[in-house]
């Protein structure tokens, strides 16, 4: 599988999840350059803290958890939607989550662009959101 996107960031405050999302991304060889945040307001901070300052390329695809301590997935998407139409269109957003409530998937899908995932990020997961995305 070899999409060949430069930068994957996984943003979950969980670090066993990170550390497996990282080994399966690393192992389907999908990306160059994988990193991972354990808060959604550095990670955000990280990637589009200085919107005019594009020194570091926009990540290809972005993996946010919803439920986290400090800024939630939630505020996380609403950061990123206040963000400039051409940033957005840079970056695929993923929400993956073990949550399947109703309630978290409709505020989910009011972002139009945003991928909805459960838990556990698996190959067959990873290949049908490449196919779909890029």
Not at 21 to 28: A, D, M, V
Not at 74 to 79: G, Q, S
Request: net charge negative; glycine share 4%; charged share 25%.
């Amino acid at each position: 599988m070899s999409a060949n996107l430069n930068h994957i960031v996984l943003v979950d405050d969980n670090e066993t999840t990170s550390f497996l999302n990282n080994r399966l991304l690393g192992r389907l060889a999908v990306a160059e350059h994988v990193s991972t945040f354990s808060r959604a307001d550095e990670a955000f901070e990280q990637l589009w803290g200085n919107s005019g300052d594009d020194k570091a390329p926009a990540p290809d695809l972005v993996f946010v958890d919803l439920k986290m301590p400090g800024v939630s997935g939630f505020e996380f998407l609403e950061l990123y939607n206040a963000l400039p139409q051409p940033v957005q269109d840079k970056t695929v957003m993923a929400v993956l989550t073990t949550s399947m409530h109703g309630a978290d998937t409709a505020r989910v899908a009011k972002y139009p662009n945003v991928e909805y995932l459960t838990k556990p990020l698996t190959e067959e997961k990873m290949r049908k959101l490449l196919k779909k995305r890029f």
